[in-house]
Each structure stands twice: as C-alpha cells, then as structure tokens.
C-alpha cells in the first residue's frame, strides 16, 4: 500500500517516544555533535549497547568553530520543538529554570511589511541563542549512560563490499579506526562524506543548490530582567518593500537578561557590522519593537553572517552502503530565514528513530529511512526555495505545475495575514507541524481566494465596508462591487461552515 507524503510526514511527527525500542547492534557512532548528531545520538541509545560520539570541536560555550553561524538568530519551531519534549521530556521548562524564555503566544508577535498580522500561535515558543540551546542538549545527551562524547576529526569510513564497517579519526596528529555497526553522518553542509564515499568506489549523492545569496547581522542588547510585555517579534519585508530594507527582522528575548536581534537580507547588506548603523536601522525602518530593544547597551559586537546557497544531497539507498545514515545540514541546508534547520534534524532523528523501530536488516542499506527522510526534505525544500528559484531561475523556465503551485502558495500566504482560518493552517505548515499538500486543500485554496477578492475590492471601496450586509446591499443603489463584496463574504462564510463540519483528510 503506497503511503502519501502528508501522511508520513504526519506519523513521523509524533510526539511519543517508542514503547518497547529494539536493541540492534552493539556500536553506533555519530560523526559531529551539534544539534542533528546529538538528537541521532539520543535515537540511537535506545538501539545501541553504545554510541560514541565524534566531534572536532571541544564542548564549549559561546560560539564555535564548526558551527560559524552558531551567533546568529534561531528560532526552534514547533514541529522541532514537540521533538525536543518527545525525546527529552520537561526540555522547555529545564531550559527555562536555566534562564531560556517560554513565549507564550500573548509576548509574540508577527509583521508583514510593517501591518500586524493575524496572531494565531498556539504553542509556547522556546526562546534562547543557539550556543545555549546546544549546551542542553549536549547535557541531556551525555547524561545518557551509554553515550560517550569523543573529541577528534572524523577523516574517512572504513567500508567492506557492502557496508560501512568502521570510522578513522584523527585525535592530537594521531589516526585512529573505530570499528561500528552504525554510522550516522551529522557533519553539517560542508560534511565530506560524498568524497569519501567515491574514494571508496560508491557513486557521490547528487548535488542541488538553489543561491539564497542571504546576509546576516545579529546584534545583542542588555534588556530587562523578566518578560517584557513582547518577547519574540518578526517582522517580514517583501523584495522592493517600501517599508523597509530589511528582508527578515527577528527580536528575542533570550537568557542572560539579553535581547537577540537578528537583520537579514537577499543580496546587499544594509548594515554592515557597523553597531549604530545597526541601531539605526532599528529605530528607523522597523515596529517600535526593535528600536525600544536597542535602546539596552550593546553587549558585544555586531555578528555578520554569508550564505550562499541551499543544498541538498539526495541520498539513493541503491547507491549507499549498509550501515550508513546521514542527518541535519550533511543532507539538506535551506535558506536560513525560514528557520527550518534545526526542526529538520529534529524530524531526521524522527526518521532514524521510525527505522530502527522497523527492526531493519542492517545488511541492506537504509531504504526506508532515506524514503522518509526525502519526505522531511521535500517539505522543507519545497517552502524554503520557491521564493528563490523564483528570483534566480536556476532551473530556466518554471513548470505549469510549479506556476500553479507558487500561485497557490502566494493566494494562501496573502490571505493568511487577515484571515484566521487560512493563517493557522499557513502558520501549521511554515512551523514544519504538518506537510506543505495541506495548503493544498481546495476548501482552503478557495477561502483564500475569495478572501483575497474581497480585500481587493475593500481596497478598491476605500475600506469603507470590508463585511457588507445583503439589506445594506439592496439598500444601496446596487454599487456592482459591494453587492460582489457580499456574495464573497457569504460564500466565505459557507466555506467556513464547511470546513468546520468536514474534517480534513491526510493523504
Ligand atoms: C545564519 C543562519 C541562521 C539560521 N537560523 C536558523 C533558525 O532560526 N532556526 C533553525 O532551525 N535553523 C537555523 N539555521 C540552520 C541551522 O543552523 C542548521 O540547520 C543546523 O546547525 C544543522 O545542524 P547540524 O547538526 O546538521 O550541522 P551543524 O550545526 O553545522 O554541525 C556540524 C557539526 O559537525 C562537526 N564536524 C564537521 N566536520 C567534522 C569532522 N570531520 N569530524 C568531526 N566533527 C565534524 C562540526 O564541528 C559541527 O559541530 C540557521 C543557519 C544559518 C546559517
């Protein structure tokens, strides 16, 4: 029986850890420690005697070498998030007592080219730096009796015929051969992997990369101590936006009483690492927010960040050894203005997790899990990139089916800055808690729509009657446009009726 993608991405979104995990091999080890290798390790010490962990920086705090962007802003969303609780319960409140901030939905809030929009989050949102974040984590991980964290530079696998045998790693100029009955891969994009896979007569992953050509500039403020009245607000910027250069600005409030705000945008750099340009900027150009949290000192210097494309590897099990796994941004890295990473490794350990669940035959490749895995990269692939093949044409001239679609995606997205039926649905997907084909949905596709035809034409009407009623319709002297006003108004009223009668289907 063929399973739909929503309904994969649906079962590999649950939030219970597995009753009765299966023990299957002896040694598993990971190659990197941040945040996909950790959650892999957590998967695994439910299926491995042990699992060894290795990393080529030493656990710190603050920002590190193998993860440069580590200062930038990063919003763990809620489809991460719940796999956070599901694989270390009371995660959020721990962070919490520990000085992270849970931002309930009343403490956020969300922009759209400088108008408020709709504010339909449900959940409580974890908010703190990535180092932070990490250091749970890590902590968590490594309070797990079977898992060793080991300082070295993974440098090469060692692989038989068919399947993955041992990992060589270099420790203090020394090459060391660790024998393994699993090896996961959580290297991060620049991961070597596919090279070392071709040295060894194994054909390389394909390569996709669609240029994001994104700028970062992060800035931390002394704040307050406790909740400000709003703690996490982004605020978004169409290209060409009167309003303000600034593609994407995001303010949190994170531990050690500090603001983290982060400016990004496609192409040019307005700000530079320049603090009062910075300043500036904030005052100027975005919601009060902003220029009331660089009102705190500066602590520390303007962080900048480059990126450059997204990438994807598309692992074929037909072509990979058994006993191989790869997970986090070794497979696919998006454009980071979605904040997609973290809640992917999140969803791949997911994955690992509902293999090795499946008591798989190791002596095979991994055909199941790269089959789900593809699942959880297409999702976050198809939202991440759409805007930017649109701006770069990497792949020539769009599809019907890829016009329909970013048509589509565009007539949601719009309707879901007013509308609440639309936004919670659009905010289900964009947080990765449910597949992309729920936007889709013609009911849905429909009220967004008509919503949109009805705040053209309340747009065209001078705002003067966004709800029109039908007496007030006749009354009139029959204007064409407020009578189609309210036949929208009704027909969307039916819509919400239906959509609150017929439950929506996964696929
Ligand atoms: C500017 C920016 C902002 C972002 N914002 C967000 C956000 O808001 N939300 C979000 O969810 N995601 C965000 N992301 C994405 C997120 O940072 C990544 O998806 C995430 O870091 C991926 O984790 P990972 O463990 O796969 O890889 P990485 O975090 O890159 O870690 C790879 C690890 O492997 C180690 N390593 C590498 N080579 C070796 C070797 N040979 N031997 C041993 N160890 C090795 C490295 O030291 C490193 O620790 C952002 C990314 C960027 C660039």
Request: hydrophobic content about 45%; glycine content about 8%; some cysteine.
């Amino acid at each position: 029986m063929r399973t739909g993608p929503r309904r994969v991405f649906a079962q590999l979104s649950s939030t219970s850890p597995p009753a009765h995990p299966v023990r299957l091999v002896d040694t598993a080890v990971v190659l990197g420690g941040s945040v996909a290798g950790l959650l892999a390790a957590r998967v695994l010490a439910d299926h491995a005697r042990s699992v060894l962990i290795i990393e080529r920086d030493a656990p710190a705090g603050g920002g590190r070498r193998g993860v440069p962007h580590g200062l930038q802003i990063h919003l763990v969303l809620a489809g991460g998030r719940v796999q956070l609780e599901r694989w270390f319960p009371g995660f959020g409140e721990q962070a919490a007592a520990l000085g992270a901030v849970l931002v309930d939905p009343a403490h956020s809030a969300a922009f759209s080219d400088g108008l408020r929009r709709v504010n339909v989050q449900e959940d409580v949102v974890l908010s703190c730096s990535r180092p932070f974040l990490e250091k749970q984590l890590r902590d968590r991980v490594l309070a797990l009796p079977t898992v060793r964290f080991l300082t070295g530079q993974a440098c090469g696998l060692d692989i038989d015929a068919t399947a993955v045998t041992g990992v060589r790693y270099r420790r203090d100029g020394v090459q060391h051969v660790q024998s393994a009955d699993l090896v996961v891969d959580a290297m991060g994009r620049s991961s070597r992997l596919s090279d070392w896979l071709e040295h060894a007569g194994w054909k390389r992953p394909p390569l996709r990369r669609v240029p994001t050509d994104v700028n970062y500039a992060t800035g931390f403020f002394r704040r307050e101590p406790g909740l400000p009245d709003v703690a996490n607000v982004v605020a978004r910027h169409r290209p060409g936006s009167p309003v303000s250069r600034v593609g994407v600005a995001s303010l949190k409030a994170i531990e050690d009483d500090r603001w983290q705000i982060t400016l990004a945008c496609s192409g040019e750099d307005p700000t530079g690492s320049d603090v009062d340009e910075f300043m500036a900027l904030c005052r100027s150009e975005l919601p009060s927010f902003f220029g009331d949290a660089v009102d705190g000192d500066p602590v520390g210097p303007i962080e900048t960040f480059h990126q450059a494309d997204s990438r994807r590897r598309d692992f074929c099990a037909d072509s990979v050894p058994a006993r191989l796994i790869a997970v986090g941004d070794a497979v696919a890295s998006f454009n980071p203005v979605y904040g997609q990473g973290l809640s992917s490794a999140a969803l791949h350990a997911s994955c690992l997790a509902a293999y090795l669940q499946s008591s798989p035959h190791l002596t095979a490749p991994a055909r199941s899990f790269f089959a789900m895995q593809r699942v959880v990269v297409d999702a976050a692939w198809e939202i991440s990139t759409a805007a930017d093949k649109a701006r770069h044409h990497p792949d020539g001239s769009p599809s019907w089916r890829e016009r329909l679609g970013r048509w589509i995606r565009a007539e949601v997205q719009t309707a879901s800055a007013t509308d609440v039926v639309v936004a919670r649905r659009f905010r289900a997907v964009t947080v990765m808690l449910e597949h992309p084909a729920a936007l889709l949905a013609p009911g849905l596709v429909a009220r967004a729509v008509l919503i949109n035809l009805r705040n053209r034409l309340a747009d065209g009407l001078g705002r003067q009657s966004i709800r029109p009623r039908r007496a007030e319709c006749a009354a009139s002297t029959g204007t064409k446009s407020r009578c189609i006003s309210s036949a929208l108004t009704r027909a969307l009223d039916a819509l919400t009726l239906i959509a609150a009668t017929v439950r929506p289907r996964a696929s």
